[in-house]
Nanobody, 123 residues
Framework: QVQLVESGGGLVQAGDSLRLSCAAS????????MAWFRQAPGKEREIVAA???????TYGDSVQGRFDISRDNAKNTVYLQMNSLKREDTAIYYC?????????????????WGQGTQVTVSS
């Protein structure tokens, strides 16, 4: 059974940085594409960033240049480094996984989801 556990969320001020982590209980983690999505109150869930099993990445337009996704296959963990945070980055951030996939940007491409971690950015 695949489990994804997010951590690192919290309350920060605009302009601050934060790093989210997602620990995956996947035996063959290196073969999985991983992604971060987010959902703000009253809005649909959207892609933040994704990284393929081979390391290729893609980003949502609103975070391009500010956020960085990375993975450590030895630790079965994917990270999201968030810099220059804005109020509009406030959301619940979810980790997702799919086996052998490319770094897709659609929710339907992912098979496993974490419970989410809250990120709140105050001005």
């Amino acid at each position: 059974q695949v489990q994804l556990v997010e951590s690192g969320g919290g309350l920060v001020q605009a302009g601050d940085s934060l790093r989210l982590s997602c620990a995956a209980s996947i035996r063959t983690f290196s073969t999985y594409a991983m992604a971060w999505f987010r959902q703000a109150p009253g809005k649909e869930r959207e892609i933040v960033a994704a990284i393929s099993w081979s390391g290729g990445s893609t980003y949502g337009d609103s975070v391009q240049g500010r956020f960085d996704i990375s993975r450590d296959n030895a630790k079965n963990t994917v990270y999201l480094q968030m810099n220059s945070l804005k109020r509009e980055d406030t959301a619940i951030y979810y980790c997702a996984a799919r086996k052998y996939g490319v770094a897709g940007s659609s929710e339907s491409q992912y098979d496993y989801w974490g419970q989410g971690t809250q990120v709140t950015v105050s001005s």
